[in-house]
């Protein structure tokens, strides 16, 4: 069995010493790159060979890769780096792994043409100037044998025990039986129709209801696709933390099982969560596990490597037994790692790391996306850019001398928008080109003074001009697809202020590359209706699956009520309050035990929790408040227990309307006095004229289709297992209406309850 493996892989798993060194300087983009590449080849001589592959052999170790350039005549191989700033500042570590691919492409160049030396050359081209430095030596081709031969045996021991874990990986794999003694109603269509996908290459969404075991049901059958389909890795992908514990404990069922394949099973967090030095810079001279990273990263790359659930404990207590950073060796172990779960952002953002390592090592990857109905709203995130003009007004005045002209500039092009603006918001066809300049010229300014002054700036100036980077990517893809709008406010002395927005309405561009690029990707969710919704919004492509699995609950497990004689729009919601209160009152006196009460703000909630209060005061409530951090959520959650009854208020579409597990007397019931529409403000109605405009539902997208998909969401918080008996209010006339109805789960039994209405 052989290995393949890149030239600068290889070199960046040998070759790469010294610190760590995250010290922020704008190097150039993936184009400027490819462009600087294209200008040093124009200036060659007519013979001079562009972009050579090469390929060597090392016992079982096979080496790839493509040569900048080569010129016959000269014979010299060349190594074009891409920069900008001043090169003298390079950090000697860098110089040194750009010489370690020269030299090993120079030692497969001498070996395909049988040279016995050869002109090796590192051109730095700096993208500003396009000024070429060039450094060039001279190394016979026994040499760079031994060099190449050298760092091919250091990469070979780890090669052979990778090649030996996935072959016993895969062969365990296909030997895995599930984990429970079986299937849940509905989990084996789910798992059947998981590995037909990614044994055909095809996308699959599966709408699938929360109690069959979506986590397992999926996982498994993509472990049990390694072998026949020779996948590299398996990306789980979540939008919560409640969703990673989730895919966490599912993957340790599997490793707990008797036939478990040796896998190792990754956790990925966010930097700030990770970092042991939070008060510390990124690099050698600032953090004690930044310093000598890359000289004590082998010993804990082979630590880690022996682990199967690397979580963040696990993950952190190896990384300080080795003095490195746990951040960093996490994304080391990503490269090595079988299955990864992360945030969806680690594979769909602009620069997500995972999406970049499996395009780079050409992996063949499937990914699985769970609760995929949060990722229309992610999607926009990450693909959405704004500015605040107060972060501006603050940032110039501590700014560096050399860097308040700029600052000044992008503030006159700004403040010259509120001139033609006379209400407080307005969205525009596109971004004035004035302003997208200055915001150019002002971090091409600030890329400069960094290259200049290594130390770096202060966070709030380098945090906006990460924003305005941000700005400018995004201002580059502006199309039908996005909303350009400016929002006034009176701040500061009655000044006029604004916060500039380019908005991504539509995920679909940018998301359905990421997920054509897997050999099969998998979205599921106990709320993917109506299909052509989500279709639309996140580009699945035309080939793709989509399944209703069946429920494994029955309709006499859950009493659906709609309530239909109290309105709670807001015009309606001073009237509602005590009508809903003695709504709560009946039922909780009716059947004792745990509620949850939802609604569509923070101030309704309080309205009718203060009332609650003073009419029922021996209910016991708790409340969600603004802005809950995980430690009070935890709490909050920790107030349902099997002999507690009370009534939990919280806002829909918040923290505990989906992903929350309360099984059996921990939840009896749901109180849902919203329908959960989006809030109708000027953005908003920008975003239903555009959805109008694109898709011809501008209301349903904008508004219904995601407010009840927030209803359903909130409502399986009731039934857990195929044991639980609860019950489900929804609160508003409107859930009467057909066309409401018609995107309630199918295995709901609803009864339209009279109420007396005070209104």
């Known amino acids: 069995m052989s290995y393949s493996i890149a030239v600068r892989a290889l070199c960046e798993f040998t070759a790469k010493v010294g610190d760590l060194d995250l010290r922020f300087t704008p190097s150039p983009t993936a184009l400027e790159g490819i462009a600087g590449h294209r200008t040093v080849a124009s200036r060659r001589s007519e013979g001079y060979q562009n972009e050579v592959a090469l390929e060597g052999q090392y016992r079982t170790l096979t080496v790839k890769g493509r040569a900048d350039g080569y010129d016959p005549v000269q014979n010299c191989l060349e190594e074009v780096k891409t920069y900008r700033g001043d090169l003298s500042k390079q950090p000697a570590n860098h110089r040194q792994l750009h010489w370690a691919q020269a030299k090993t492409y120079g030692g497969l160049m001498c070996q395909k043409l049988q040279l016995e030396q050869i002109n090796l050359a590192l051109v730095y081209f700096d993208i500003v100037s396009e000024k070429e430095t060039c450094l060039v030596e001279t190394f016979s081709a026994a040499e760079l044998q031994l060099f190449f031969e050298h760092h091919c045996g250091l990469f070979l021991h780890w090669a052979e025990q990778e090649m030996a874990h996935r072959e016993g990986r895969n062969l365990a794999a296909q030997r895995l039986a599930f984990p429970h003694t079986d299937f849940r109603p509905g989990q084996r269509h789910l798992a059947e129709s998981v590995f037909k996908a990614v044994s055909t290459g095809r996308c699959l969404m599966a709408q699938a209801p929360t109690g069959i075991g979506k986590t397992v049901g999926t996982l498994f059958p993509m472990l049990k696709a390694l072998a026949p389909q ?16 989730l895919a966490l404990d599912a993957a340790q069922v599997i490793l707990d099982s008797a036939d478990a394949p040796p896998l190792r099973v990754l956790e990925m967090i966010a930097r700030d969560k990770a970092c042991e030095h939070p008060d510390k810079a990124c690099h050698g001279e600032s953090c004690p596990l930044a310093q000598g990273f890359y000289d004590r990263l082998p010993a804990a790359r082979q630590a880690a490597s022996q682990l199967s659930l690397l979580n963040q404990s696990a993950l952190r207590e190896v990384a300080l ?38 395009q780079a090592n050409n992996w063949k990857v499937a990914v699985l996306v769970d609760e995929a109905h949060n990722l229309v709203e992610r999607g926009r995130q990450m693909y959405s850019a704004s500015l605040d003009q107060a972060t501006l007004n603050n940032v110039r005045k501590t700014a560096p001398e050399a860097l308040k002209r700029s600052l000044q500039r992008v503030n006159r092009e700004w403040s010259a928008l509120h001139d033609q603006q006379l209400s407080p918001y307005q969205a525009y066809d596109k971004a004035p080109e004035k302003l997208l300049q200055a915001l150019s010229l002002c971090c091409a300014s600030i890329g400069d003074y960094l290259n200049d002054h290594p130390q770096g700036l202060d966070s709030g100036l380098q945090n906006f001009y990460f924003d305005m980077l941000q700005f400018g990517r995004v201002a580059e893809l502006f199309d039908e697809h996005f909303l350009f709008d400016i929002s006034k406010r009176d701040l500061e002395r009655k000044r006029n202020l604004s916060q500039l927005c380019l908005r991504n309405v539509v995920p679909a561009a940018f998301i359905r590359p990421r997920l054509t690029a897997a050999r099969s990707a998998v979205l599921f969710s106990a709320t993917l209706s109506p299909r052509h919704y989500y279709a639309d919004l996140l580009g699945t492509p035309a080939n793709t699956v989509w399944i209703d699995v069946e429920s494994p609950f029955h309709a006499d497990q859950l009493q659906v009520h709609i309530v239909n004689q109290i309105s709670t729009r807001y015009v309606h919601r001073q009237a509602s309050l005590e009508p809903i209160v003695e709504l709560i009152a009946k039922q909780f006196t009716q059947r004792p035990g745990n509620y949850l009460a939802f609604f569509s703000s923070f101030d309704y909630l309080q309205q009718v929790a203060q009332l609650l209060a003073e009419r029922h005061p021996h209910i016991t409530l708790w409340s969600q408040s603004r802005g809950m951090g995980e430690v009070p959520r935890q709490a909050f959650l920790d107030q349902f227990t099997v002999h507690s009854q009370g009534v939990g208020f919280a806002v829909l579409g918040g923290a505990f309307g989906e992903g929350i597990d309360l099984p059996g007397a921990r939840l009896i019931g749901a109180f849902i006095a919203t329908l959960g529409l989006a809030q109708l403000n000027p953005v908003n109605e920008q975003m239903k004229q555009r959805m109008a405009a694109i898709f011809g ?31 489900v209010m929804l609160i508003d006339d409107r859930f009467g209406e057909s066309k409401v109805k018609q995107l309630l789960p199918r295995w709901w039994s609803v009864e339209t309850t009279q109420f007396p209405s005070v209104l």
């Not at 501008?698 to 019950?727: C, E, H, N, S, W």
């Open 230 to 245: 020779q996948l590299d890795k398996v990306f789980f992908l979540t939008a919560k933390t409640p969703g990673r514990k």
């Open 321 to 358: 037994q080795h003095d490195v950073c746990p951040y960093y060796l996490s994304q080391e172990m990503a490269r090595w790692a079988d299955v990864v779960v992360a945030d969806y952002n680690y594979y769909f953002d602009f620069s997500a790391l995972l999406f970049g390592l499996a």
């Open 697 to 727: 539902a501008g209301y349903d997208y904008t508004y219904l289709f995601p407010g009840v998909q927030k209803v359903v969401q909130a409502a399986g918080r009731v039934i857990r297992t195929q044991q639980d008996q609860g019950v």
